[in-house]
Nanobody
Framework: QVQLVESGGGLVQAGGSLRLSCAAS????????MGWYRQAPGKQRELVAA???????NYADSVKARFTISRDNAKNTVYLQMNSLKPEDTAVYYC???????????????WGQGTQVTVSS
């Protein structure tokens, strides 16, 4: 199994910044990509940012130029630097990893427990 633990959420005023971290651990064979989704109350979960091993990075249009995703592959950790936060960024943020366990050929999406980000106006 692969476990993901997030940290760094909290309450911030509009225009402020937060940095989320997510560390993967367990019986990791290989991670192909890591990233972040978010889910606001009453809305579907949406992709925020994703980073693949090949260097491809994708952002939701709503966060481009404000959020930056980065990875430390040696630590199996992904970060999300969030700047110029807006009230509409308020959501539970979930980390994911597209990974396989050691000895397995199959990749699965593993998820963290979620961390709350609240942006006040």
């Amino acid at each position: 199994q692969v476990q993901l633990v997030e940290s760094g959420g909290g309450l911030v005023q509009a225009g402020g910044s937060l940095r989320l971290s997510c560390a993967a651990s367990g019986n990791i064979g290989r991670i192909r990509s890591m990233g972040w989704y978010r889910q606001a109350p009453g809305k579907q979960r949406e992709l925020v940012a994703a980073s693949t091993n090949g260097g491809t990075i994708n952002y939701a249009d709503s966060v481009k130029a404000r959020f930056t995703i980065s990875r430390d592959n040696a630590k199996n950790t992904v970060y999300l630097q969030m700047n110029s936060l807006k009230p509409e960024d308020t959501a539970v943020y979930y980390c994911y990893a597209d990974a396989r366990t050691s000895g397995s050929f199959y990749f699965y999406d593993y998820w963290g427990q979620g961390t709350q980000v609240t942006v006040s106006s």
